[in-house]
């Protein structure tokens, strides 16, 4: 992992240990909606559990969660963007695996 | 990512949260006094906020390789700044609404384009600020209204506090484009989406109607409306006050910097206890499997 994680991957940087005492977690959170959890924003505790208590005062004070992931920022691994293009180059030749490639009559129904 | 870039993001994210943090304390100085338990608990959450907004930013400018430590730190020592707008004193709890009306309208106003930010975590930030500054702007309206329909001493607080508040708040929005040199580059950047000069203006535009519906009087002479331009003319800002107050030698710059530091540094044993009781914790676990 280099430099580039944080810049298009927006997790702050994972690669030496945090110079504050306290290590970084990254924060998630899953909605009422029945959504999956959603990556929110990051904090500094001394543990995960602090961390947790942390995210629930700092990104859910009006109901927005209500489920809650933490994980020390130095535990992701995360795709270079560097190399954004090769990496999903094997999906970007493959327009046949979305339904609109293919073409059937408008008289046909339901498909 | 250019390192121009990188180096002015940290800063404009920096001073952004600083200007959080710092902007508990002139709101801050009257939870205890509060008139009403529901005027504390609104206030309470209003600064609770700040501090939450702060964070979020702080966060933001960790994605960019900046240490948090290292920020608390050039706050402390005067490297970065944070708005003028908190260096000035609040002398009754008509300011605690005054400040939530003018002081968060003016960010409002320079917020929402920040949305649209290039760089994607602050404007995720922001989205989230935005919406929550929404409530500290119409809990401050509200309040002012309260206290329109109170005595007349009640509404002389208002008025004073608006004529002591209204100048800063145009100033929040920084010096003129003449004198701004960077913001060509901050729009080629789109890390700024307006001038000084357009948010200014339409602050002016949104707060005149609102002033009036309030029942009090902006303090400037010069304010009217121009049919041709189709804004309100206005005034010129005291830019000699402005760069004074940015120097260092406003009201409360001193006093200001001096709380931070002091609750920095009274907290610094709550840091380490909390980071040793976590490293034994850790430590009975391991020796637990």
New interface residues.
Partial sequence: MSDATFRDGNVADATEPPRSSWPLYEVFLRSKRGLNHVHVGSLHAADAQMALHHARDLYTRRNEGVSIWVVKAADITASSPEEKDPFFAPSGDKVYRHPTFYEIPDSVPHI | ?PDAYRKTMIRQIAQHAHSEIIGMQPEGNWVTRAPSLRRKAILL?KV??EA?HG??LY??A????A????LTARLISGAQKYSSIFNYPTLTFADVGVIGWLVDGAAICNQVPLCRSSY??YA??MIRICK?ESFHQRQGYELLMTMMRGTPAQREMVQDATNRWWWPSLMMFGPPDAESPNTAQSMRWRIKRHTNDELRQRFVDMTVPQAAALGVTLPDPLLRWNDERGNYDFGEVDWAEFKRVVAGNGPCNAQRIEHRRAAHEGGAWV??A??V??AK??ARKEAAA
């Fill in positions: 990512m959450a609770q906020d939450g964070l979020y966060s933001a960790e994605t960019l390789g240490d948090r430590e290292d994607g975590p995720r930030a929550e840091r380490e909390a980071a009781h976590a914790r850790a």
